[in-house]
């Protein structure tokens, strides 16, 4: 089975990405055909210091190899360092509809926080559906939010494989209903743009500030608490198991509880919990020539893959003369 999935390089990674993503394609290696990769030219619609971006694309690669990715088993590359993507991109949206792109909740949500909205952000799902059907892979694993960004590239394989007969496998978005989206420390969703999150890999005082600030509802000690409506709750309860759960819930309906406690005890589990990944992090920050090397051989493995399918999609398109 090829499962495949990309993360983008536009800040340091979070639990959201941990979670949502990052965790069940680690998971996936040893049974899968796993494709993974850092989507550098999906940063370019919103990070626009060079600098910054390169750093952070060679960060969130060691970031991935620290938690446990093996390029032995994966093919692991930058999206950049192959050309194929952008030149399936050009062909991919002449069997786009403008409408189906009009509709894109991320597109508007990101087009509403800019003064003016640019055709790379219009364009982004058209880039990821081409990520995804180079490399004709069968099953994406990623967050909720992604969801949409998934129906448009079966969307636009449909319209592909109608015209010029079954090049590109439909794909299907592989979603954790248990863990929806993880709420970043204001409640919005997690994420990298909008400094409400809770890095996998920050120094202890800054992930406690982060704890710290997760905005809990006004009730007093005495009051008894709705943990199906708390931040604190949801972010604990990822790093809880069943009984974990259970146990923290008889404790948010009793009187007592204090959410101060509660964020304490979480700065300590999250930063156990990333322990034994942290020294391999930091032990790889002293090794970024060999991440260079990981991500330049991966690059050539894909490569192979996605040539294999341009070849048969210029043909149909009449490309090759
Ligand atoms: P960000 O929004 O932080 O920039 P990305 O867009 O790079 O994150 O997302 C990378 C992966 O992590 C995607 O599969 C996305 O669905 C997942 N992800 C990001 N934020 C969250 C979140 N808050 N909860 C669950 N999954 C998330
Ligand atoms: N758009 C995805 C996100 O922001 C990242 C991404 C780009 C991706 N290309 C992909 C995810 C291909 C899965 C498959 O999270």
Same mark, same amino acid.
């Given at each position: ?31 899968? &055909? ?10 370019? !619609?919103?990070?626009? &210091? ?6 952070? !694309? ?27 993507h ?23 949500d ?16 058209v ?41 590109f ?16 420390? &204001? ?28 905005v ?92 294999a ?5 210029? &043909? ?6």
């Amino acid at each position: 089975m090829r499962v495949l999935s990309g993360i983008q390089p536009s800040g340091k990674l979070h639990i959201g990405n941990y979670f949502g993503m990052m965790r069940s394609m680690i998971e996936r290696q040893s049974e899968s &055909d796993l494709f993974c990769f850092v989507v550098n030219l999906h940063a370019l !619609t919103t990070v626009t &210091d060079g600098k910054i971006l390169a750093s952070n !694309t060679l960060e969130a690669a060691a970031d991935f190899l620290a938690l446990g990715l093996d390029p032995e088993r994966t093919t692991f590359w930058v999206q950049g360092d192959v050309a194929e993507h952008a030149e399936l991109t050009w062909i991919l949206h002449n069997f786009t509809s403008m409408g189906l792109l009009e509709r894109s909740h991320s597109y508007k949500d990101k087009a509403a926080r800019r003064e003016v909205p640019h055709h790379g952000l219009f364009s982004y799902p058209v880039l990821m559906a081409a990520d995804i059907l180079l490399y004709q892979a069968e099953l994406v694993p990623v967050g909720r939010d992604q969801k949409q960004h998934l129906e448009i590239a079966r969307d636009i394989a449909g319209s592909f494989n109608n015209v010029h007969g079954p090049v590109f496998t439909l794909p299907e978005a592989l979603i954790d209903d248990k863990l929806a989206t993880v709420p970043g420390v &204001d409640g919005q969703k997690m994420s990298k743009s909008y400094n409400n999150a809770i890095d996998i890999f920050s120094g202890k005082d800054v992930i406690k500030k982060k704890i710290m600030s997760i905005v809990t509802d006004a009730k007093a000690v005495e009051d008894v608490k709705d943990p199906d409506n708390c931040n604190l709750f949801a972010i604990y309860g990822l790093f809880a198991d069943d009984e974990g759960r259970a146990e923290l819930k008889e404790r948010y309906l009793k009187p007592g509880l204090k959410y101060g406690e509660v964020k304490k005890e979480l700065i300590e589990i999250v930063w156990n919990y990333f322990a034994p990944y942290r020294e391999k992090r930091l032990e790889m920050e002293k090794r970024l020539d060999d991440v260079r090397d990981v991500l330049k051989s991966g690059a050539a493995k894909a490569r192979k893959a996605a040539r294999a399918t341009m070849d048969k999609v210029r &043909d149909v398109v009449g490309l090759n003369y």
